[in-house]
């Protein structure tokens, strides 16, 4: 879809950086400037902040009250809400070093790597959302429902998924004779149930003591007037679309990178030499993020040869307005085609190739200083537009950068080998799902542990982080179980 609508755009968009077609029978406006992009969505954000229906998702909009998904939310007081909760408990867990997680996380990654390599698309997904399910619900033995109730979302809500977001008048047939209806009232319930069962299990162990600081317990102790939410429904949805997020769209550039890293040795030599110097031999932290400028721009430049929201997310017009002398009435859906912003011949000289150096050489448009501070991939257009710009930009790039550098100072990626032949087995460049979010088709390649004491190192770094989980939840239980034994002298 992205690409025909890129097309499209050399055929139409002439000067404006913008055209108009219909898409049975619904007026879109395909944004493929980022200037204009910036004009419409940003400095005229008010007109156009609202969200369009998601046919084969029952009150996608909250228009009747459902208040489930925040992303697909019309421009409404759940809307409103849910996005102040999300933004304020995001940051707040940055200032509580939510790193702790992600490093956690990513040492167990490297490990499973280790010693499972076949499997590494599964875990790659799982680790995304094992830092998830840590942050909302202090577990992550919940990633693989979280990741699978993710999956079936991000499903449900891509033009690509059921035929019903298509064919949207299938969408109307009366529920018994409507498998596609049928099959969402069934997702949509587990999903829903899994979400309040979140809640109803936090409140259980905060009520023994037992549940350390996660979203949560977060809400459950300031209660819902000071959120203000509506209640614990409201909120298991608000926190459950938080751990939904995370999932696939941190695993896509994740995948993207081990796919450019096996592309282009080069860069990857150069990212493990600026590791290894500036760490002196250990594994990056977040810390040394402003001495690793050549690691930070390889993550840019994977999210711009590689987007994995490459059409870019659907505003609506919510008021008739008049744009460079267009009319653009209420209802028009407006498009920022994101393959077309990061593919300007202008801005990124050679498009097409992958070249981090645009980020790192000032000879380059993009180059930007202080290097202790750009590349950035904070202010992305991949991240979307004015009022309904992600919420998730910081966490992705902590996350990138952790899990990016973990995996630089471990490994060589490279292709593998054939055992038949010998020969290097290919890795697709441009093999992929067409869901909204992408992902790569499923490829082969090798994990080889830069060296036996590397290797060594990581198996010991998740012995003791693990280690160390493990006494802080013994700890935090033994300390509520005391706390509840000792006699009350306050009755
Ligand atoms: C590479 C990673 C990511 C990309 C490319 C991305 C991209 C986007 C885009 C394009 C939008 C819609 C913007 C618009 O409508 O103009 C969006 C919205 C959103 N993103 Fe992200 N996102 C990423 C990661 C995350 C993460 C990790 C989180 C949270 C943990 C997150 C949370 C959200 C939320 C809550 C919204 C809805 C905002 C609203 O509708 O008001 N995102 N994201």
Same mark, same amino acid.
């Given at each position: 879809?992205?690409?025909?609508?890129?097309?499209?755009?050399?055929?139409?968009?002439?000067?404006?950086?913008?055209?108009?077609?219909?898409?049975?029978?619904?007026?879109?406006?395909?944004?493929?400037?980022?200037?204009?992009?910036?004009?419409?969505?940003?400095?005229?954000?008010?007109?156009?902040?609202?969200?369009?229906?998601?046919?084969?998702?029952?009150?996608?909009?909250?228009?009747?009250?459902?208040?489930?998904?925040?992303?697909?939310?019309?421009?409404?007081?759940?809307?409103?809400?849910?996005?102040?909760?999300?933004?304020?408990?995001?940051?707040?867990?940055?200032?509580?070093?939510?790193?702790?997680?992600?490093?956690?996380?990513?040492?167990?990654?490297?490990?499973?790597?280790?010693?499972?390599?076949?499997?590494?698309?599964?875990?790659?997904?799982?680790?995304?959302?094992?830092?998830?399910?840590?942050?909302?619900?202090?577990?992550?033995?919940?990633?693989?429902?979280?990741?699978?109730?993710?999956?079936?979302?991000?499903?449900?809500?891509?033009?690509?998924?059921?035929?019903?977001?298509?064919?949207?008048?299938?969408?109307?047939?009366?529920?018994?004779?409507?498998?596609?209806?049928?099959?969402?009232?069934?997702?949509?319930?587990?999903?829903?149930?899994?979400?309040?069962?979140?809640?109803?299990?936090?409140?259980?162990?905060?009520?023994?003591?037992?549940?350390?600081?996660?979203?949560?317990?977060?809400?459950?102790?300031?209660?819902?007037?000071?959120?203000?939410?509506?209640?614990?429904?409201?909120?298991?949805?608000?926190?459950?679309?938080?751990?939904?997020?995370?999932?696939?769209?941190?695993?896509?550039?994740?995948?993207?990178?081990?796919?450019?890293?096996?592309?282009?040795?080069?860069?990857?030599?150069?990212?493990?030499?600026?590791?290894?110097?500036?760490?002196?031999?250990?594994?990056?932290?977040?810390?040394?993020?402003?001495?690793?400028?050549?690691?930070?721009?390889?993550?840019?430049?994977?999210?711009?040869?590689?987007?994995?929201?490459?059409?870019?997310?659907?505003?609506?017009?919510?008021?008739?307005?008049?744009?460079?002398?267009?009319? &653009? /009435?209420? =209802?028009?859906? *407006?498009?920022?085609?994101?393959?077309?912003?990061?593919?300007?011949?202008?801005?990124? @000289? !050679? +498009?097409?190739?992958?070249?981090?150096?645009?980020?790192?050489?000032?000879?380059?448009?993009?180059?930007?200083?202080?290097?202790?501070?750009?590349?950035?991939?904070?202010?992305?257009?991949?991240?979307?537009?004015?009022?309904?710009?992600?919420?998730?930009?910081?966490?992705?790039?902590?996350?990138?950068?952790?899990?990016?550098?973990?995996?630089?100072?471990?490994?060589?990626?490279?292709?593998?080998?054939? &055992? /038949?032949? =010998?020969?290097? *087995?290919?890795?697709?460049?441009?093999?992929?799902?067409?869901?909204?979010?992408?992902? @790569? !088709? +499923?490829?082969?390649?090798?994990?080889?542990?830069?060296?036996?004491?590397?290797?060594?190192?990581?198996?010991?770094?998740?012995?003791?982080?693990?280690?160390?989980?493990?006494?802080?939840?013994?700890?935090?239980?033994?300390?509520?179980?005391?706390?509840?034994?000792?006699?009350?002298?306050?009755?």
């Amino acid at each position: 879809m992205w690409l025909k609508f890129y097309e499209w755009g050399k055929q139409y968009s002439g000067l404006n950086g913008f055209y108009m077609t219909e898409i049975l029978g619904s007026p879109i406006l395909v944004v493929t400037d980022e200037a204009v992009a910036e004009e419409l969505m940003v400095k005229r954000a008010r007109y156009n902040s609202d969200r369009p229906t998601i046919r084969s998702i029952f009150d996608s909009k909250s228009t009747g009250g459902s208040m489930e998904y925040l992303p697909l939310m019309g421009k409404n007081q759940y809307w409103a809400r849910q996005r102040r909760l999300t933004h304020a408990y995001l940051t707040e867990a940055r200032n509580a070093h939510y790193s702790g997680v992600m490093y956690h996380e990513a040492k167990r990654w490297l490990v499973r790597l280790i010693e499972d390599p076949e499997n590494f698309q599964s875990s790659l997904e799982d680790m995304a959302s094992k830092v998830m399910c840590q942050l909302t619900w202090d577990d992550p033995n919940l990633s693989e429902y979280c990741a699978k109730s993710a999956r079936g979302l991000l499903t449900q809500m891509s033009p690509a998924g059921p035929i019903t977001n298509v064919i949207t008048p299938l969408w109307h047939l009366p529920e018994v004779i409507n498998p596609w209806k049928r099959a969402e009232r069934k997702r949509h319930d587990e999903q829903q149930a899994w979400w309040m069962e979140r809640i109803i299990h936090t409140r259980a162990k905060m009520a023994l003591g037992l549940q350390r600081p996660c979203f949560a317990r977060q809400y459950l102790e300031r209660g819902h007037k000071r959120s203000n939410l509506s209640g614990d429904y409201e909120a298991s949805c608000v926190i459950g679309m938080i751990a939904l997020v995370g999932v696939f769209t941190v695993a896509g550039p994740l995948s993207y990178w081990l796919i450019c890293m096996v592309h282009h040795p080069q860069w990857q030599s150069r990212v493990q030499k600026e590791i290894d110097e500036e760490c002196h031999g250990r594994m990056p932290t977040l810390e040394d993020a402003p001495r690793l400028p050549t690691l930070r721009a390889c993550i840019k430049e994977t999210m711009r040869w590689k987007p994995n929201v490459p059409t870019g997310v659907a505003h609506e017009m919510e008021a008739n307005d008049v744009y460079r002398g267009y009319f &653009l /009435a209420k =209802g028009t859906r *407006i498009l920022p085609l994101d393959w077309a912003f990061l593919r300007n011949e202008t801005k990124y @000289p !050679d +498009p097409g190739n992958f070249h981090p150096e645009r980020w790192l050489e000032p000879s380059w448009p993009t180059y930007q200083e202080p290097l202790t501070q750009f590349p950035t991939i904070k202010g992305m257009t991949s991240f979307g537009w004015g009022q309904r710009q992600c919420l998730g930009q910081t966490l992705t790039q902590d996350e990138l950068i952790v899990a990016c550098g973990a995996l630089s100072w471990c490994f060589n990626l490279k292709p593998k080998k054939d &055992l /038949a032949t =010998g020969a290097d *087995i290919p890795v697709p460049l441009d093999k992929s799902n067409s869901l909204l979010i992408i992902i @790569p !088709d +499923p490829f082969q390649m090798a994990f080889e542990p830069r060296s036996s004491a590397r290797k060594q190192e990581a198996l010991r770094l998740w012995e003791e982080s693990d280690a160390r989980d493990e006494r802080e939840r013994d700890e935090f239980a033994k300390h509520a179980t005391m706390t509840l034994e000792k006699p009350r002298t306050d009755i």
